[in-house]
């Protein structure tokens, strides 16, 4: 047995691709590096890694710790989900009774407040007991909000008292964050004597993308040497561009530099591979999520004739915060696809503690392999199981779908040590 990577399904068929027989064949390596790896560096509670899959490599492009989404995950999954919730509790406060988990301020989305639900479930079945706090200034009382699915979800205004938040007569053990704190760190959770998990400075107010893919270069190149493969194969190129403004247009010569510079790195890489498509880079806000600030460009040119429209879109992310850092990486390519339509997919991995506890598909009938699919108009598919196996089996089925997740589940683990690193 391993580390519980649940048996699944995937949108990709055919045969195993080289990478992924690789990482099958050194499964007892992977897996007792990365179980030294966690006893230097512990596992952040939780986070979410969106893959790409280009057959040729096979990348993380975006690492969340403050993952929503949980309701997107295949309900097969939850005693996994409980499991790994019970050891990520101990690992942070070994006697907590009770857990207030902090939601997002900025939206209103239901399919959020299902995922908030979902994770308190988790909770409350892991033996612990859950509340839902919010910061939304129209949260003055209990409110109690009907989902889609026929669940409710009820949301409370966050207290503080001395130095622990509650709500009410609920003073909890542990405060989980699902807020990713874009808009600032609130002062009334600034101090306090509670555990708070992940930690205010994991916040996108102090954390910045371009920090984490260094820490992911050096995760990536220590365990490339460990199975000897090359380190591009898992690692997606990456650089900080300075300052930029993109209303005024200032810092665009640098940015349009970077990208030319990016662009050729990378069809150095293609060329020693042998690999026919044209490269393309995303320039993306340095900091933020939902996908926004973030745009493709497969020259160098396109940055300086980026039109109003196109400028104002990336000169705003999350919460009205503005774009004045750019991160600029290579654009790896996704070959997934799914359903009749073959609609272009993109997995995304879920962790709880150091445990893979599931994911799913986010899937773009509109996008094509070379775009950004977590834009409007997207979809989740729930990853699926195949059989109840939580191992690979390389001696049976050698190009079985559970085999290629569990490629999925080492590179979103090396994402989770980056992201460990950073933290500490």
């Known amino acids: 047995m391993t580390t519980g990577v649940p048996h699944l399904t995937t949108a990709l068929k055919g045969p195993l691709l080289q990478l992924e027989e690789h990482l099958l064949i050194h499964q007892t390596h992977v897996e007792t590096w990365l179980r030294e790896q966690w006893l230097h560096t512990p596992a952040p509670f939780y986070a979410s890694v969106d893959l790409r899959n280009a057959g040729f490599k096979l990348a993380p492009v975006d690492t969340n710790l403050f993952p929503a989404g949980f309701n997107n995950i295949n309900p097969a999954f939850m005693p996994l989900c409980i499991q790994a919730a019970q050891a990520a509790v101990e690992h942070q406060c070994p006697r907590a009774r009770r857990v207030l988990i902090v939601a997002e301020n900025h939206t209103r989305n239901l399919f959020y407040m299902e995922s908030l639900e979902t994770l308190r479930d988790i909770f409350e079945k892991a033996g612990l007991e859950a509340r839902i706090g919010s910061l939304r200034d129209d949260i003055v009382k209990k409110t109690i909000i009907e989902l889609p699915s026929g669940r409710t979800c009820e949301l409370e205004p966050l207290q503080r008292e001395g130095n622990r938040v509650g709500l009410g007569d609920f003073s909890p053990c542990l405060v989980l964050l699902n807020n990713d704190l874009s808009a600032g760190r609130p002062a009334i959770l600034e101090g306090l004597e509670q555990q708070v998990t992940p930690p205010l400075s994991a916040g996108w107010s102090d954390r910045k993308k371009s920090d984490h893919f260094v820490h992911y270069k050096k995760v990536a190149e220590e365990f490339a040497e460990q199975i000897d493969i090359d380190p591009w194969l898992v690692s997606p190129l990456s650089l900080q561009c300075g300052e930029v403004n993109f209303m005024d247009r200032a810092g665009s010569e640098c ?37 926004m600030g973030v745009m493709m460009v497969k020259s160098a040119d396109e940055i300086a004739n980026l039109n109003r429209r196109q400028r104002t879109k990336m000169a705003s992310a ?57 834009a409007p108009g997207m979809h989740f598919e729930p990853l699926a199981f195949a059989q109840s196996c939580i191992t690979p089996d390389r001696q049976e089925m050698p190009d079985a779908e559970p085999n290629r997740f569990y490629a999925y589940g080492v590179i979103a683990r090396l994402a989770l040590l980056a992201a460990a690193r950073e933290l500490a």
Do not use: C
């Open 318 to 374: 999350k919460e009205g915060m503005t774009v004045e850092n750019v991160l600029v990486q290579e654009g790896v390519y996704t070959f997934e696809t799914i359903g009749k339509e073959q609609a272009v997919a993109e997995p995304v991995i879920y962790m709880i503690d150091r445990f893979v506890v599931g994911g799913f598909y986010r899937v773009h009938t509109g996008r094509g392999e070379n775009e950004n699919l977590n």
């Open 255 to 291: 940015l349009a530099k970077n990208v030319e510079h990016m662009l050729t790195a990378i069809q150095k890489k293609y060329d020693q591979y042998g690999i026919d498509k044209q490269p393309f880079v995303v320039v993306k806000a340095d900091s933020g999520t939902y996908g």
